[in-house]
């Protein structure tokens, strides 16, 4: 097992609140929510997209919308509707890229309090190769949830995400070391999966009580530094900068800046497939995956400003603004830390929270996505009807 899942690491390197149906009312969507608006250069072909870094750390994307979506947390469904809100999915339930140009950001946290991680993580991908030929782009950046699990800190994971993980390494068998088909394929067929195994379920204790084993194995295997998976997460960032914007999970702080943020995503990266000279294995980054002012962890921008004094607001801007001059960024987008108020931004609009709670497995609010379009942002909201039809509402 262990000499197919080296192969399979290694293969893997290039490169809504109701249980109502949903129907995604196309005519109520902003204009410029629409595939055929996406342009924005009327006309005019855009520059093409140019990445820099491994994993990708600098994005120069022209003339291109944006779309930043917060922690998912293994919640597929309202995954899909946010997604479908902001005009890059589309709504018949094929999972086709619909965003054209448009530049999909995720925040990190897909992982944890929900039962469909590695199908939200697949339908990414799948997004992403589609985006690529049309003109656009998805990126992911990892959060704390995605570190934890690689160092295995599996505390936060849901019973059916452990499931989730035996049926995927399961299915991976059928695939022999063909990594990315099968990664890619098992949003079309994990829900099978699932089904078939909630078929099969038996309320035998002993009998669950084993499945419950095998499923902390493969997550364990599929998770641990140099695991398949754990090597699919080290092709994303801890941060990244797109155009004037730069995007991460908790926070980005002035001795980040300073050590250099293509160095820390580069070492996460290093860490997460347990490429290292020493014997041991590599370290853990502890800057950006350890403790509270971790960039993973850090909270000091989300919180509510309340409760501070005047003096504590300025010294939290000073910060903010001394790290955005040192990476050359406008303003930051960041997860997190659930936001009950929706998307909102702090400190004269240079911080962006889009962490709204969506997941059932956190707070099952209503989703929310930020757009960012000629440097300026604006909140996509959605509203349910008694139908079940979405709306969209924004404002600047």
Known sequence: MSKAMASLCLNSLPLPPSSQPRKLAETSLSPSLTSSNIGYAK?????????????????????????????????????????????????DGQDVWTG?????????????????????????????????????????????????????????VDIGAFDECNDFLEYLGDYGDNWEEAFVDWISISNRYKEDRKMSQTSWGPWNLVRRQKGVI?????????????????????????NDWVFCHGGLLPHHAAYGIERLNREVSLWMRGQSERDDGPPIPFIATRGYDSVVWNRLYSRDTS????????????????????VGA???????????????????????????????????????????????????RSKRSTFGELQAVDYT
């Open 43 to 91: 006309g005019e072909a855009l520059k093409p997209i140019v990445v820099s870094g491994d994993p990708p750390t600098f994005v120069s994307a022209p003339g291109r919308r944006i779309v930043a979506v917060g922690d998912l947390h293994g919640d597929l469904e309202q995954t899909k509707y946010a997604l479908e809100m902001a005009g890059v999915l589309s709504s």
């Open 100 to 156: 054209g140009e448009t530049v999909l950001i995720q925040l990190g946290d897909i992982l944890d309090r929900g039962e469909d991680e590695i199908a939200i993580l697949s339908l990414l991908r799948s997004l992403d190769i589609q985006a690529k030929a049309r003109g656009g782009a998805v990126f992911q950046v990892n959060g704390n949830h995605e570190t934890m699990n690689v160092e295995g800190d599996f505390r936060y």
């Open 218 to 242: 493969a997550r364990s295997i599929l998770l641990r530094p140099g695991g398949p998976l754990a090597c699919e997460l080290a092709r994303h960032a801890v941060v990244l900068k797109v």
């Open 307 to 326: 409760d501070f004094e005047d003096y504590q607001v300025d010294q939290i801007y000073s910060i903010l603004q001394e790290t955005l001059q040192a």
């Open 330 to 380: 406008r303003a930051m987008v960041v997860g997190h830390t659930p936001q009950t108020v929706g998307v909102n931004c702090k400190y004269d609009c240079s911080i962006w929270r889009v962490d709204v709670g969506m997941s059932s497995g956190v707070l099952h609010s209503r989703p929310e996505v930020l757009e960012i379009l000629d440097n300026n942002a604006r909140v996509i």
